[in-house]
């Protein structure tokens, strides 16, 4: 991991962005100018003019008298609950007060995704602080598809994102890496942020077609969304989804760098550095700091844990990991 480099100014908190793709950039401090170590690193030679020099000054953002965490592009850890298909009225009233008296850092983007019938329900009485997500939407304009429901009736109740390609709804459901893609592309461009959803089953991790697996679906994304602006990636081995596996916190890291870089070689330099990768697979209250400290884990998409409200901040609050003090 990237050594903290130490800054001479008061006793405020610096994060530091994490190396991507397992570069690890040195610097050393001096009382005359800030110097940063473990920034990742982003290809600063393919970006020019007014890009790069917003590129430079993003990178000096990092202290602040809370200590903001500094990632790329968006600058905040992200954490999303999927409560699948579970609870009823009055467990869901609690978790909601659960989340509303939860003490939660402020440098964390927050997202819950309830069943679609209690949607109305916890956004009107959820705190603002976090924001509200769809489980999944349909490919296009609402209409004669029984059981679905469309991008334009989550944004009139105010929905703010939507999941797409998580793996219940590939391998269970059956949607194609392209009707997902499809999928992502409506929804972005009626207004919903997309947390997108790839990774592996255990037969592929073990065949060694994990990256080959991840790279085809992230193609259909590429090849179908307007842009990669209102997307967080989440890659959630399927062999850890709910069976209480975890991925190691090398073996997530691995990987999300390999994503990184795919986006970097297909995308652009601007997509690999601004677009948040988030690891899922029984992620919970004990392994989340340890998996928080890795280079390119920008957050966690969270199942059975975000069903508690205590536990469910917890990981919230585990940006701490990637705080370093000045």
Not at 46 to 69: D, K, P, T
Request: overall charge neutral; some cysteine.
């Amino acid at each position: 991991m990237a050594q903290a480099c130490c800054v001479a100014m008061s006793s405020a908190v610096m994060v530091v962005p994490r190396a991507a793709s397992g570069v690890r950039a040195a610097a050393a401090c001096s009382s005359s100018n800030l110097s940063f170590a473990g920034l990742r690193r982003v290809e600063t030679e393919r970006l020019s003019g007014f890009a790069a020099i917003q590129h430079e000054l993003s990178m000096y953002n990092g202290v602040a008298s809370r200590g903001v965490v500094t990632m790329a592009g968006t600058g905040k850890f992200f954490v999303g609950g999927n409560w699948k298909a579970n609870g009823n009225k009055e467990s869901v009233s609690k978790l909601v007060k659960e989340l509303n008296d939860a003490k939660l850092e402020e440098d964390v983007d927050v997202v819950v995704a309830p069943p679609y019938i209690y949607l109305d329900s916890v956004l009107n009485t959820l705190t603002k602080r976090i924001e509200v997500s769809a489980q999944n939407s349909w490919v296009g304009k609402g209409g004669a598809f029984t059981g679905e429901i469309s991008a334009e009736q989550l944004k009139d109740l105010g929905v703010q994102w939507v999941i797409l390609g998580h793996s219940e709804r590939r391998h269970v459901i059956g949607e194609t890496n392209e009707f997902i893609g499809k999928k992502s592309a409506y929804a972005l461009n009626n207004g919903l942020k997309v947390i997108a959803c790839i990774g592996e089953l255990l037969e592929e991790r073990e065949a060694g077609k994990t990256t080959q697996v991840c790279f085809e679906q992230l193609k259909a994304y590429a090849d179908a969304v307007p842009g990669w602006k209102d997307i967080v990636i989440a890659y959630e081995p399927v062999w850890a989804i709910g069976t209480g596996k975890v991925a190691s916190p090398q073996q997530a890291q691995e990987v999300h760098a390999e994503i990184r870089k795919w986006l970097a070689d297909n995308v652009s330099a601007e997509a690999s550095s601004q677009t948040r990768i988030i690891y899922g697979g029984s992620v919970n209250a004990a392994n989340s700091a340890e998996l928080a400290t890795q280079e390119d884990i920008d957050g966690f998409l969270v199942g059975g844990a975000s069903l508690k409200g205590p536990d469910f901040a917890t990981i919230v609050n585990s940006v701490t990991a990637k705080k370093v003090p000045a």
